[in-house]
């Protein structure tokens, strides 16, 4: 009975406001909410959650002084900057007043927070509370960030353009061009905010959505440099139920079109919510599509009509549009053989959990690490480095679904699907980091 009540505890998460970052934490809120913890999720006013879709958790609004037309990738640092400034204040006066009220329901066992969010630590440390710190990305990222300091001391920040194509020393197969650092023009407020993010003196522990099988290696070089636990409890999308987590709405209608497609035979295009083609581009994808004869499930955002003339009368019921897909349900669907991704890390964690090869298009933060490890260390994909050409875009889609080099690695992804699996059953490696972070909890 001690146990069970002391399980009745409150967890508060702090999550980055961003697709890529709101969906592990939910997923994250959802597991410890079903091992009895009461969740509050902590939530600026910007992409704030619809608290009718999660009603297992509570909400806590947070101000944080930001115009939502100014939010844009290029001053992606100004706007975390905004959100640890002004959200800080809001946090730590709200979880005072739940910490007056007595009563065990309303108790924090501990805040967990996006690596980002890294105000929400100062207000643990004031508030006497433990913290424990969500990666949202790979560890591969997290390693190369821990070596921005000793390149910088080395000359190789900045990089010049003539190294681009080198490998980096100490974190080969990286090289200078999958760097985030290198796609920043004002790298110097890059490198103090990734000094702020990596800081972890106080926290009591880091989880990952990731798993031993897949990052072993990087995440023992982590823990030699914090020298605290680390819990890989990934994939969390292949252990939470099937709750959707987008803030953009999806369309259904492309499932009952994949059940009329042949096992492994459609390829699976989007680029997450963030990247977006120029109309040049939308062109030559449409007529690499189409040359390739592959049936296609295709998620183009903008306005269908800019589509080029002809090209939906060339494919025909081959090919399915849609503005957004439902991209769990499209992953673990048995006609889906490939995926031409971004290589975010939520959409990276989801096709190898499934199995599915992938054709590597990043564009900035950790895509480029993703790409460059799925594709050399892993095996599982193929890597886009050119520009968007319809006869290579065919030449590509063909080699993954269709050549003998698309066999090779969809076995390689199959056989990482099944560690994975490993991973997540009784006595796997991800199954125990689940329950050690758990008792850890509980021991706060």
Same mark, same amino acid.
């Given at each position: 009975?001690?146990?069970?009540?002391?399980r009745?505890?409150?967890?508060?998460?702090?999550?980055?406001?961003?697709?890529?970052?709101?969906?592990?934490?939910?997923?994250? /809120?959802?597991?410890?909410?079903?091992?009895?913890?009461?969740?509050?999720?902590?939530?600026?006013?910007?992409?704030?959650?619809?608290?009718?879709?999660?009603?297992?958790?509570?909400?806590?609004k947070?101000?944080?002084?930001?115009?939502?037309?100014?939010?844009?990738?290029?001053?992606?640092? &100004?706007?975390?900057?905004?959100?640890?400034?002004?959200?800080?204040?809001?946090?730590?006066?709200?979880?005072a007043?739940?910490?007056?009220?007595?009563?065990?329901?309303?108790?924090?066992?501990?805040?967990?927070?996006?690596?980002?969010?890294h105000?929400?630590?100062?207000?643990?440390?004031?508030?006497?509370?433990?913290?424990?710190?969500?990666?949202?990305?790979?560890?591969?990222?997290?390693?190369?960030?821990?070596?921005?300091?000793?390149?910088?001391n080395?000359?190789?920040?900045?990089?010049?353009?003539?190294?681009?194509?080198e490998?980096?020393?100490?974190?080969?197969?990286?090289?200078?061009?999958?760097?985030?650092?290198?796609?920043?023009?004002?790298?110097?407020?890059?490198?103090?905010?990734?000094?702020?993010?990596?800081?972890?003196?106080?926290?009591?522990?880091?989880?990952?959505?990731s798993?031993?099988?897949?990052?072993?290696s990087?995440?023992?070089?982590?823990?030699? #440099?914090?020298?605290?636990?680390?819990?890989?409890?990934?994939?969390?999308?292949?252990?939470?139920?099937?709750? $959707?987590?987008?803030?953009?709405?999806?369309?259904?209608?492309?499932?009952?079109?994949?059940?009329?497609?042949?096992?492994? $035979?459609?390829?699976? =295009?989007?680029?997450?919510s963030? &990247?977006?083609?120029?109309?040049?581009?939308?062109?030559?994808?449409?007529?690499?599509?189409?040359?390739? #004869?592959?049936?296609f499930?295709w998620?183009?955002?903008?306005? $269908?009509?800019?589509?080029?003339?002809?090209?939906?009368?060339?494919?025909?019921?081959?090919?399915?549009?849609?503005?957004?897909?439902?991209?769990?349900?499209?992953?673990?669907?048995?006609?889906?053989?490939?995926?031409?991704?971004?290589?975010?890390?939520?959409?990276?964690?989801?096709?190898?959990?499934e199995?599915?090869?992938?054709?590597?298009?990043?564009?900035?933060?950790?895509?480029?690490?993703?790409?460059?490890?799925?594709?050399?260390?892993? /095996?599982?994909?193929?890597?886009? #480095?050119?520009?968007?050409?319809?006869? #290579?875009?065919?030449g590509?889609?063909?080699?993954? +679904?269709?050549?003998?080099?698309?066999?090779?690695?969809?076995?390689?992804?199959?056989?990482?699907?099944?560690? =994975?699996?490993?991973?997540?059953?009784?006595? /796997? $490696?991800?199954?125990?980091? +689940?329950?050690?972070?758990?008792?850890?909890?509980?021991?706060?």
């Open positions: 009975m001690e146990y069970r009540q002391e009745c505890r409150r967890v508060v998460l702090v999550p980055l406001p961003f697709q890529g970052h709101i969906t592990p934490m939910l997923y994250l /809120g959802t597991i410890l909410h079903s091992k009895g913890f009461h969740i509050t999720i902590a939530h600026t006013q910007f992409n704030f959650p619809n608290p009718l879709n999660y009603p297992h958790f509570d909400f806590l947070l101000y944080d002084g930001i115009c939502e037309q100014n939010i844009s990738a290029h001053n992606f640092i &100004a706007v975390i900057s905004g959100f640890n400034t002004n959200c800080k204040g809001h946090l730590r006066d709200s979880l007043r739940i910490m007056e009220k007595v009563d065990q329901h309303n108790k924090i066992a501990c805040i967990i927070y996006d690596e980002y969010m105000f929400a630590e100062e207000v643990a440390n004031y508030l006497r509370i433990p913290s424990i710190i969500l990666s949202t990305s790979s560890a591969a990222k997290t390693l190369s960030y821990l070596a921005y300091p000793r390149l910088q080395d000359g190789y920040i900045p990089c010049q353009d003539s190294m681009m194509l490998l980096v020393p100490g974190l080969e197969p990286l090289r200078f061009k999958d760097l985030t650092i290198t796609y920043f023009r004002n790298w110097d407020d890059l490198l103090q905010h990734i000094a702020k993010a990596l800081d972890r003196r106080s926290s009591s522990a880091m989880i990952w959505n798993m031993d099988c897949l990052e072993q990087t995440l023992k070089k982590i823990q030699q #440099e914090y020298q605290l636990p680390l819990f890989p409890i990934g994939p969390l999308n292949k252990t939470v139920p099937a709750i $959707s987590i987008s803030l953009l709405k999806e369309d259904q209608s492309c499932i009952p079109w994949l059940d009329k497609q042949s096992h492994n $035979s459609v390829i699976y =295009i989007s680029l997450g963030c &990247a977006s083609m120029d109309n040049k581009d939308l062109v030559e994808m449409a007529w690499g599509l189409s040359n390739s #004869e592959q049936p499930l998620v183009v955002r903008m306005d $269908s009509t800019e589509l080029p003339e002809g090209f939906q009368e060339a494919v025909g019921d081959r090919g399915c549009i849609v503005k957004w897909a439902p991209q769990k349900q499209v992953l673990v669907h048995t006609a889906v053989g490939g995926f031409w991704s971004h290589c975010g890390w939520n959409s990276t964690i989801e096709s190898i959990s199995g599915v090869p992938l054709i590597c298009q990043p564009y900035y933060g950790d895509q480029r690490v993703n790409a460059r490890y799925l594709t050399q260390v892993w /095996g599982v994909g193929l890597e886009w #480095e050119s520009d968007m050409n319809r006869g #290579e875009i065919e590509a889609i063909r080699r993954l +679904m269709v050549g003998k080099e698309g066999e090779l690695i969809r076995q390689r992804a199959k056989d990482l699907k099944e560690k =994975i699996e490993s991973s997540m059953k009784q006595g /796997g $490696s991800s199954y125990n980091s +689940m329950n050690d972070l758990v008792d850890l909890i509980l021991s706060f």
